[in-house]
């Protein structure tokens, strides 16, 4: 008798010859990556830079030698179709020619003053004309921005509790990491170092779900809900239609702040997915893709936020607020900033993002029908995503089920061995300016190819 498929279509047998192959495949190819690797694990804790760069599925790290546009070569000579582009640092492409030829500008004129500049003022200008908030701040990385709103608003408020959806992910804000397991809030356990108990100060429901939503607002003392508009690290999870135009005025009836992380939904838009939706947050942040790939993020603030804020500092004691860093709106990251927002950030070159990730989309969707996979396909402008369920999921619970780590890992691999890389962490990809349509079909057939061996009896 045949054994009955998994969820996913795929037999895990097929799954692991692939991932065997492909894994000797990628040795074979890739030698002065794997010299280099087995130098630097002399001195780098787990081989690499950051421990999480081992989550490629790769047997050891490849080591890139230089990107430029949608191209990523490695130190093997292969050069690659990047579809991750640094999880969205590179949402503009690798050294996108307006920003390089700033930093080179600035490089002259000093790098770091821990003073204003011109550009700082141009740079919340332009955001708020952008994203319809009125004042701005700046951060390194989205991480600390959330951890620096989340700070401005328990002070603002006097409140004490964070609401977050299950699944979330917001950075390396400690705050977060709180999930629903068996429908009871429980710390993450894989947040190492965690001395504090999370989940007396914040609070977790699923997202999509308004009635959970108002059960934990009830109690009257959540500070903000700090979201992404559409969920996008737990795999992506589209709000329901209507979910977010009910969702925010009960925020509001019960005392708390919205916050928008727009850090992976920018792709939506030049003012993000709450802008291109006409939803009005009452705080947004931003990182990863607004510096062209340098290190450098923003918040935004309502005018009573900010009111707000700005009063909870001048009442408080003088001192550390806990707010900011040395290297924060440093003149090389301002003058990033200005650049991607001048002349990267712009109608025109959404229009063209959107076009080409609409066709990968679709040419995705076509690939999977013809492999007879139950499998769906979602598109949040720039970005686009195949997950291994029939229907898009609605909340983190469901996103989180219809993962499988082995066959995500063997089909990563299988594409990197064909000239193409997409996010390592599920099944995400990002088109760029540079992204050809020569450079989807280049994607689509792969992803064919790995799909029939993969269906193979």
């Known amino acids: ?26 040795v074979a190819d890739n030698p002065r990556s794997q010299a280099l690797a087995a130098r630097a694990a002399g001195h780098l804790m787990f081989g690499v830079p950051l421990h999480w760069m081992n989550d ?45 030829a700033a930093l080179a500008a600035q490089a002259q004129r000093g790098l770091t003053t821990m003073l204003a500049s011109e550009d700082a003022g141009t740079v919340a200008g332009l955001l708020a004309a952008r994203f319809g908030l009125p004042f701005w701040q700046f951060a390194m990385t989205a991480t600390d921005a959330n951890r620096f709103v989340l700070r401005w608003l328990r002070a603002a408020t006097g409140r004490r509790v964070l609401l977050v959806f299950n699944g979330c992910y917001h950075g390396t804000v400690d705050d ?9 809030p429980q710390q993450r356990a894989s947040l190492l170092g965690q001395v504090h108990d999370l989940t ?18 009830a109690p009257g003392d959540v500070a903000c809900v700090l979201a992404e508009p559409v969920m996008t690290n737990i795999g992506m999870v589209l709000p329901d239609p209507g979910f977010w135009e009910a969702a925010i005025p009960l925020i ?12 992976h939904t920018v792709s939506s838009g030049p003012g993000g997915y709450a802008r ?12 990863k893709p607004l510096g062209g790939g340098m290190p450098c993020a923003a918040y ?71 492999h007879g996979l139950p499998w769906c396909v979602t598109q949040v402008g720039a970005r686009c995503e195949f997950q291994f369920c029939a229907t898009p999921p609605r909340n983190g619970t469901e996103a989180e ?32 300016p540079d992204t050809s349509d020569a450079d989807v079909e280049r994607l689509l057939a792969a992803f064919d190819a790995v799909l029939q061996e993969l269906v193979a009896p």
């Open 300 to 370: 935004g603030f309502s005018a009573e936020l900010a009111a707000a804020a700005q009063a909870a500092k001048r009442a408080a004691p003088p001192g550390h607020s806990g707010i900011g860093t040395t290297l924060t709106a440093n003149l090389l990251a301002m003058a990033a900033m200005r650049a991607t927002l001048s002349e990267l950030m712009t109608p025109a070159v959404y229009a063209g993002l959107h076009a080409r990730c609409t066709r990968l989309a679709e040419g995705l969707r076509g690939v999977i029908a013809r």
């Open 252 to 263: 509001h009836r019960h005392g708390a702040r919205l916050v928008m992380d727009e850090t």
């Open 401 to 432: 089920a219809a993962m499988d780590d082995a066959l995500e890992h063997a089909l990563h691999l299988a594409l990197l061995n064909r000239g193409v890389m997409i996010t390592p962490f599920h099944n995400m990809m990002l088109v760029c």
């Open 1 to 26: 008798m045949t054994p009955l498929l998994p969820a996913t279509g795929i037999r895990p047998g097929r799954v692991r010859q692939l991932a065997e192959a492909e894994r000797a495949r990628y």
């Open 176 to 184: 977060v990491f709180v999930d629903l397991v068996d429908g009871r």
């Open 276 to 287: 291109a939706h006409g939803l009005a947050p009452d705080a947004v942040v931003l990182g």
């Open 56 to 100: 490629w599925a790769t047997p050891f790290p490849l080591h890139v030698a230089h990107a430029h546009g949608a191209r990523l070569t490695d130190v093997d000579g292969h050069e690659r179709v990047d579809f991750c582009l640094g999880d969205t640092g590179a949402m503009f492409g690798h050294s996108p020619a307006p920003v390089a």
């Open 200 to 217: 007396t100060t914040t609070r977790v429901v699923e997202f999509n779900d308004l009635t959970a939503l108002e059960a934990a607002l």
